[in-house]
């Protein structure tokens, strides 16, 4: 130890002002040797840039500094953290599509990408400022905390106005990672409008036309889709993505439908007469037939009919059309001038089938929904009109009366699309659109466009 301490001393004095600096190292390296440590250090003379290997200590003749200089040869371990981030997940995801006029709900959830905590999120996009079309419809931002488990969440509803190309709508947002630093990111959400069509169903010439809607609305030139073979169409109805176009022939012709029009038809028999209505409740199709009666057939996972029987429903008097909402089934009794309602179970059964209590029908033939009102087209003599009705909370109807349509000509269906009602002018070989109002009542009634050409006794629509 005492020849340590000379050696030491010894080295300060060969240092000079140096070796004051370094002192404490020198002292130090004394108390490691008498612990039994390795108590060797390199020091270099000034101006060597010698190193030594001794214990921390850099690659031999290196000195752990730049030449000329000298110095310690040891490094100081270092560690690097890479800061987590914000995930905005949309759905749906790819390009978000909706038809002119029709809502699309559109979900963002926010989380961290390593189930880690960020704190701050926050919205930097003024959501009073989105493209047309966009609204916000709830929101949990901003929020104090998102992890794993703490999600936060963006409820937006795309409603496009009018028919554009796709565009991109981007939010931006902010926050501050697990390293306590600021940060930004943008959720790109890509979006276009779907324009509809519209299928006519023409009993004159037993044929299905499509028509292209603009964004206004109004109709394009029509296209008859390929010979079909219907034998007595009466109406349309679309299940997913297959339809069912009822034929007094007591037939149903079933086609798959898809932008591009309808393909595959086939025609189901057996179990049907001169069905007239269809409509779907899960895997059960209900038929009214001719006949007065009411057919119940299974659809099977190919779309395809079978296993009909024949239903007694209470109340019935000449059927002619159905609807359902939720899990009400509607029946428009075209002689007894009076809606069946009936309850459907969950395997398609019906029960508490009785009268909803409407009024002001003539001769009732298709009938349509909105919200919680029904619009009935009457087809009887001095009836040709639109009658409206309040659907109450146990499905039955009141406050029925005229709904203010004007100049309907035997409307034998009737569709709804955004604020309007299309009706198929049997007589006039047309399909007027009347304006739905803020009250429910219709008005404005007129052709949609002369460009509509090739129908024929329109009886049946579907938008699609």
Not at 25 to 34: D, E, N, T
Not at 124 to 153: F, Q
Not at 267 to 273: A, E, H, Q
Request: glycine share 14%; hydrophobic share 35%; with cysteine.
């Amino acid at each position: 130890m005492v020849s340590d301490a000379n050696r030491v001393a010894a080295r300060i004095r060969a240092l000079g002002r140096r070796g004051l600096l370094l002192l404490p190292l020198l002292l130090s390296s004394l108390v490691l040797s008498a612990c039994g440590g390795d108590s060797s250090i390199s020091l270099a003379a000034p101006g060597s840039g010698a190193g030594s290997a001794g214990s921390g200590a850099s690659s031999p003749g290196t000195g752990g500094s730049s030449a000329g200089k000298g110095g310690f040869g040891a490094s100081a371990p270092s560690t690097t953290t890479t800061p987590n981030t914000v995930v905005a997940t949309v759905d749906p995801s790819g390009t978000v599509t909706s038809f002119l006029r029709t809502s699309q709900t559109v979900n963002i959830t926010f989380t961290s990408n390593d189930g880690n905590p960020v704190t701050g999120l926050a919205l930097t996009t003024d959501l009073t400022t989105l493209p047309a079309g966009w609204s916000m419809s709830s929101s949990t931002l901003p929020c104090e905390s998102v992890s794993s488990g703490a999600v936060c969440k963006l409820t937006l509803s795309y409603t496009p106005p009018v028919a554009t190309a796709t565009q991109t709508l981007s939010l931006g947002f902010s926050y501050v990672d697990d390293t306590s630093a600021p940060q930004t990111g943008i959720a790109s959400i890509p979006y276009a409008p779907t324009a509809h069509d519209l299928y006519v169903v023409n009993n004159g010439n037993q044929s299905v036309t499509r028509c292209p809607v603009d964004s206004t609305g109004v109709l394009m030139p029509c296209t008859s889709q390929s010979s079909i073979g219907l034998n007595g169409a009466q109406g349309i109805t679309q299940n997913g993505s297959t339809v069912y176009i009822p034929n007094l022939g007591d037939t149903i012709t079933t086609c798959s439908i898809a932008p591009g029009g309808l393909s595959g038809c086939t025609d189901f028999s057996g179990g049907v007469f001169s069905p007239e209505s269809l409509a779907v409740s899960g895997s059960n199709a209900f038929i009214v037939n001719g006949t007065g009666s009411v057919s119940r057939c299974h659809i099977g996972g190919n779309a395809m009919l079978s296993a009909c029987t024949t239903l007694i429903i209470p109340g019935s008097e000449s059927p002619h059309a159905l609807l359902i909402n939720g899990s009400t089934l509607y029946m428009a009794n075209n002689s007894g001038n009076t809606v069946v309602m009936c309850t459907i179970d969950s395997v398609g059964a019906l029960s508490n089938c009785g009268d909803a209590h409407s009024t002001a029908l003539i001769s009732p033939t298709a009938m349509a929904i909105a919200g919680s009102t029904m619009y009935l087209t009457n087809y009887g003599a001095g009836g040709q009109s639109v009658t409206r009705c309040t659907i109450g909370s146990d499905g039955t109807l009141s406050a029925c009366g005229s709904s203010g349509a004007r100049d309907i000509e035997e409307g034998l269906a009737i569709v709804l699309l955004g604020s309007s009602a299309y009706i198929a002018n049997n007589d006039g070989n047309v399909v007027d659109r009347c304006a739905i109002g803020a009250d429910g009542n219709l008005s404005g009634c007129a052709v949609v466009s002369a460009a509509a050409t090739g129908l024929s006794s329109p009886i049946g629509l579907l938008f699609y």
